[in-house]
């Protein structure tokens, strides 16, 4: 065992799902659209502007919070975080410093919790971009304004996997609450890492925080790549230095971005324009009775229902597929096993090569409860699936596809048995092997056999057939 351990908090910030930003009207739909079409004099902080706050942006906080089990504040207000980088119009940001809308959560990753310090509101900054070359940078004010939650974690995380594993439970949360999109590829869930690295039952060591990571896949790989680097500089009797890094996806490593600023640097203070928000207990009570059922009382519901939990955690901790899987079990009488398999499989196999969610595509929930229903009662064969997957997903009944293509699966050993006599003869080579003890040969007609009888064959009277008339017992 290493004689290090890191410790790693995480900072994860979600673009609000709502229809206008956080203080303004300006439209929050602005991924895609040209650069500076979604401004106003608001978002742009021009003199004598009063902002107003977005009251779904708040409830939505609320539900956050309280499905990692925080303590919601009666009594919130927002402060002015001085901030003087080209992307902040203003030269502060509108966030929440010591009364955040929740704090005192945690989360069940894995059997381990982590907790949740904080979660607040704020608003997010515009987008600077470096023409490759140029010596200047241009600025797109439509990000600046839009809503956003931060949510900061304690440093209970001590793995990369454990982060990763971290992240995608918090993914699926906001989806499943319907508060973001929380996407990392397009920028609507980003998360900063803070880690350290001590001797194992020692003091906590200096931390540094890695920013600029795109996805879940970025930040296992920094936290790798930073564990170790100071892992060496502690060996060899040198010092961490706090400080903010970034991240190299090309490259692979961290890279020194600015020495960190302390929380005195952005001179927080109550913004003037902005009231105090109470919650009282009947707009409490209004969100709690409208929270969805979250992702781990499903895996709960689903493992209770018969489906492994291997299976159960793939689909509860994602939005779209227990979605979906809720769907089709409502239309379907058999066993929920069955559904899980095909999604987990054949249906993330098809939506993984292209790129798609299950949402993305013309599948029905009805469709694949017929097709996971002939399939569980015998009356289709795993190559029949396989043909017909393709053209389910693109919106077909599998019934009607079955029904005119004569694609049921044969068991009458009478009208098979033709077939394999045929095909037998026509491979004398084969024979010869499987009777001369290579029983595994026989492996090589049962191909052709399915073939010449459009996958309909079932395979175990095939091998039964297949046995008696090569007289060996297969």
């Not at 918090?170 to 880690?195: C, F, H, W, Y």
């Amino acid at each position: 065992m290493s004689e290090f351990e890191a410790v790693v908090g995480l900072e994860i910030h979600l673009h609000l799902k709502t229809k206008s930003k956080m203080f303004c009207g300006c439209d929050a739909s602005y991924f895609g659209d040209a650069p500076n079409t979604h401004a106003c004099p608001v978002c742009m902080g021009l003199p004598g502007v009063l902002p107003v706050v977005n009251a779904q942006a708040v409830e939505f906080g609320i539900l956050f919070g309280l499905a990692l089990n925080c303590r919601i504040a009666r009594w919130t207000q927002f402060h002015r975080k001085s901030y003087y980088y080209p992307d902040m119009p203003k030269n502060y940001q509108i966030s929440q410093y010591d009364l955040p809308i929740a704090a005192e959560g945690y989360l069940e990753v894995e059997g381990q919790r982590v907790r949740i310090r904080r979660i607040h509101l704020e608003e997010d900054a515009a987008k600077s971009t470096h023409p490759e070359g140029a010596s200047y940078s241009l600025i797109d004010l439509n990000r600046a304004g839009a809503p956003l939650i931060e949510m900061v974690t304690e440093p209970d995380i001590r793995t990369p996997e454990q982060a990763r594993v971290f992240l995608s439970h918090i993914r699926s949360i906001a989806q499943t609450l319907g508060v973001s999109d929380a996407n990392p590829e397009e920028g609507k869930m980003r998360a900063d890492v803070n880690v350290s690295v001590r001797r194992v039952g020692g003091s906590l060591g200096t931390k540094v925080e890695i920013k600029n990571l795109n996805s879940f896949r970025s930040v296992a790989r920094a936290l790798e790549y930073e564990i170790k680097r100071q892992q060496e500089l502690l060996r060899s009797g040198r010092r961490v230095e706090q400080a903010t890094l970034g991240w190299d996806e090309a490259a692979g490593k961290t890279y020194l971005m600015r020495l960190k600023e302390g929380e005195a640097d952005y001179r927080y203070f109550p913004d003037p324009d902005l009231p105090p928000i109470v919650v009282d207990e009947a707009w409490l009570s209004r969100l709690k009775a409208a929270m969805p059922e979250l992702p781990a009382q499903k895996y709960a519901r689903y493992v209770q229902s018969g489906v492994r939990p291997y299976d159960a955690e793939i689909l509860a901790y994602n939005a779209s597929l227990a979605r979906f899987f809720d769907q089709a079990l409502a239309c379907y009488q058999g066993n929920p096993q069955t559904i899980a398999n095909l999604l987990n499989a054949e249906v993330a196999g098809y939506l993984n090569e292209r790129g798609l969610e299950v949402h993305q595509t013309a599948l029905s929930p009805e469709h694949l409860a017929r097709l996971a229903g002939l399939f569980e009662r015998r009356e289709i064969t795993n190559r029949v699936l396989s043909q017909l997957l393709p053209e389910v997903m693109q919106g077909a009944d599998p019934l009607r596809l079955v029904e005119e293509r004569g694609l049921r699966s044969v068991a009458d050993e009478g009208a098979l048995r033709p077939l394999v006599e045929r095909v037998v003869a026509a491979h004398p080579g084969v024979v010869a092997q499987v009777r001369g003890g290579n029983l595994k040969a026989a492996n090589a007609l049962i191909g052709p056999i399915m073939k010449e009888s459009k996958g309909t064959a079932k395979a175990d009277v095939v091998r039964k057939i297949l046995g008696e008339l090569l007289g060996v017992e297969l």
